[in-house]
Every structure is written in structure tokens, then in C-alpha cells.
């Protein structure tokens, strides 16, 4: 069995990782399997793509389709274009596809042109918002697909709702979690923790990127102000993605409580994670893992792709709502907040479960050189 995998936007990395180590322990027990890593360049500079790469293990990419920037329809084509190519040149038995981002859409309908089957990794998940890309994505994806990994019983439902035959759903679980199992013995305090005197259980973080939350600027201006005091004089910790920075420099946007830092490295950004008082974001998979730490969390969405975060975990949605914001952040810090629970199989053991399943779809093919 030949495995191309492919991973392009710095959520992918983390989804990729334990799934390179679950391959490698089948090899080292005799199986008859290999991969070829494939990087889109979706996510290309070294702050959201290499150092990544470094601190997880990932091996250098058998190809970098060095896909950056442009719009998504631009980028989608561009990946599309050079990934066919890829294809042509290194048939696998199946392509592997990650998460929601363009690169999983394009390599999708780009592999399915070719004939070529498709294993989609977290296939099921829905927000219900079309305004989302990565709806779009998800849909797309899962539409053409040929074998449906999940993350829990909502994305089987969806899945079965949309028609997909029951054999063709594996649940497996969330190699999210796999990764951060893997890594909770070895992460980093970041360079300017103790620079800015910050204490464990006594800062917030922040994650904003979502065009409706960052691209209108007194939006953002608003938003980063009622946080800001919301939280009183407790430190908020902001690692700025690329396109927050750019509203936030060019329009010049201040604050005097808010640590407003560059992108940290998987190992540094966890640390944070897991000695926050209380996490505050618009992104999907950092509420998987604050579940899992037993963080709270609120999410500054109206829906969310990973409602067992909402149902079972320690999260919770506010949308644009200042005053909910401020109502659920003083309950954060009076200590007044659900503990939660761990959904099923987040157990650290996803990836050897996709490598099993995997194994045994493709059992008849052998390796050629």
C-alpha cells in the first residue's frame, strides 16, 4: 500500500504527525506499507509552517508544491494544477486529506479526476455556516471521498445523513489529541514568559482570524477593547496570525493589557494553552485541545464544526456577543466553570486505528519500489 499524504495550512501539521509515526511502527513490524508526504506550501513561511515541521518530527516533504498566497480560488488552482502533476508522476493506492483547509478540497477533486481514492481524516464535521471556507471545503470533500475517518458520533450521523454507506465510516477518533498525548512531556515555555512576569492560571489567550472577526477593523478595535476589560488586570496573550497583524499594524490598533506577540512554535503555543486561566477564540481545534487540558474556553463564533467541545467539553460559543464575552469571562475568573469531559476515543490512539483501517482496505496491494 502506497500512502500520499497531504498537508498544506498549520492545522494539517498537527493532524499529520502522529499518522507519519503510526506508519513508521507498521513498517518497523513488517507491514507492506509507505507514504510520500506531500506539502501544498498553503501555510509557507517558517512561523506557520516549519517550525512545526521541526518540533513534531514531520520529515522533510517529498514535494512542496510551494502554493502560496493569492486568493483561495488562485491557490486552489494552483494546487490543483501542480498536485495532478504529482499524481501522474507518483501513483499511490490512496491519498490521505487532513482537516477542512483549500488544500484538502483541491487534492481531493485533483485525486478523484485521476481515478485515485480518497481517505478523508475528521470527514463529517459541519457548523452549518456557508459562509465559512472550510464549510465548503468539508462538504466538497466529503461529497467525492471514498473512506470517511471521524472524530465522534455527530460526524457519523452527518455522514450517514448525507447517504454515505455505513461500511465506509471508521470512527476513529481525533489525531489532534494524538499529538498533544505525544508531546505534554516535552513542551516549551516561550521566550518572553517570564519577561512579561506572566503566571500560570493568571493570563487569558487569545486566537483571532476569522475574516468576520479581524478584516472589518473597528470590529476588531471593539472586540480586543471589551476583552481587554472584560479581563480586568489579568494579562491577555495574543499570538497574532499573519493576516491579524496586517489589520492590526496598518491600522494601528493599541492596547495596553493585551500582549500582542508573533505566531509560537506547536510545543511554546500548548504551554500556553495549558497554563491559561481561560482561552478566547475564533480557531476549531484549539477547543479540542483546551477539552482535553480542561481549559475553558470561550469561542467567538455563532456555530462550531466540534459541538462535542460545546456538549461534553469546556467550551462555549458567544458569537459577537460583548455582553456575553464579559458575563462569561467574569465566571472564568470567579472560578465558576464546567470541568467537562473527554469525548470518546480522543485517547491519544487515533492514527494506529487510521493505519489499522488502512491496512486493512488496501490488504491486498504490496509495496513497489
Not at 12 to 31: D, L, R, V, Y
Not at 62 to 87: H, P, R, W, Y
Not at 123 to 131: C, P, S
Not at 184 to 196: I, M, Q, S, W
Amino acid at each position: 500500500m502506497k500512502i500520499t499524504l497531504i498537508a498544506g495550512a498549520r492545522p494539517n501539521f498537527m493532524k499529520i504527525a502522529p499518522i507519519i509515526k503510526a506508519i513508521k511502527a507498521a513498517q518497523a513490524q513488517g507491514e507492506a506499507i509507505n507514504y510520500r508526504l506531500v506539502h501544498t506550501g498553503q501555510h509557507y513561511d517558517k512561523k506557520m509552517s516549519g517550525d512545526f515541521f521541526e518540533q513534531l518530527g514531520i520529515p522533510e516533504p517529498d514535494a512542496n508544491l510551494e502554493c502560496g498566497g493569492g486568493s483561495q480560488a488562485e491557490q486552489t488552482a494552483a494546487i490543483m494544477v501542480k498536485f495532478e502533476k504529482e499524481l501522474q508522476e507518483n501513483r499511490p493506492s490512496v491519498v490521505l486529506v487532513v482537516g477542512d483547509v483549500t488544500s484538502t478540497m483541491a487534492c481531493t477533486i485533483t485525486a478523484k479526476k485521476l481515478c485515485v481514492d480518497v481517505v478523508h481524516v475528521e470527514a463529517g464535521i459541519r457548523a452549518g455556516d456557508m459562509t465559512m471556507p472550510e464549510e465548503v471545503n468539508r462538504i466538497v470533500t466529503d461529497s467525492i471521498c471514498d473512506y470517511f475517518f471521524t472524530t465522534s458520533e455527530l460526524a457519523n450521523m452527518q455522514l450517514l445523513k448525507n447517504g454515505v454507506s455505513k461500511d465506509k465510516i471508521h470512527f476513529v477518533g481525533n489525531t489532534m489529541i494524538d499529538t498533544l498525548y505525544q508531546n505534554l512531556g516535552r513542551l516549551n515555555k516561550p521566550v518572553f514568559y517570564d519577561e512579561y512576569k506572566l503566571q500560570e492560571k493568571n493570563y487569558f489567550l487569545a486566537t483571532l482570524h476569522r475574516p468576520s472577526n479581524v478584516d472589518d477593523p473597528e470590529k476588531l478595535a471593539t472586540l480586543l477593547a471589551a476583552i481587554e476589560e472584560a479581563a480586568a488586570d489579568i494579562p491577555i496573550v495574543f499570538p497574532m496570525h499573519p493576516r491579524t497583524r496586517q489589520i492590526i499594524d496598518k491600522f494601528k490598533i493599541k492596547s495596553k493589557n493585551i500582549l500582542m506577540i508573533d505566531p509560537q512554535g506547536y510545543l511554546e503555543f500548548i504551554y500556553l494553552v495549558q497554563h491559561a486561566k481561560g482561552i478566547i477564540t475564533d480557531s476549531g481545534g484549539i477547543t479540542e485541545e483546551a477539552t482535553v487540558l480542561h481549559i475553558p474556553c470561550l469561542t467567538l463564533r455563532n456555530s462550531t464544526e466540534r459541538p462535542e467541545t460545546v456538549t461534553l467539553g469546556t467550551n462555549e460559543l458567544i458569537g459577537d456577543d460583548l455582553f456575553k464575552l464579559k458575563l462569561y469571562l467574569r465566571k472564568i475568573i470567579e472560578g465558576n466553570w464546567k470541568n467537562g469531559s473527554v469525548p470518546p476515543l480522543w485517547d491519544g490512539n487515533t492514527s494506529v486505528r487510521i493505519i489499522d483501517a488502512l491496512s486493512s482496505i488496501y490488504s491486498s496491494e504490496q509495496i513497489t519500489a
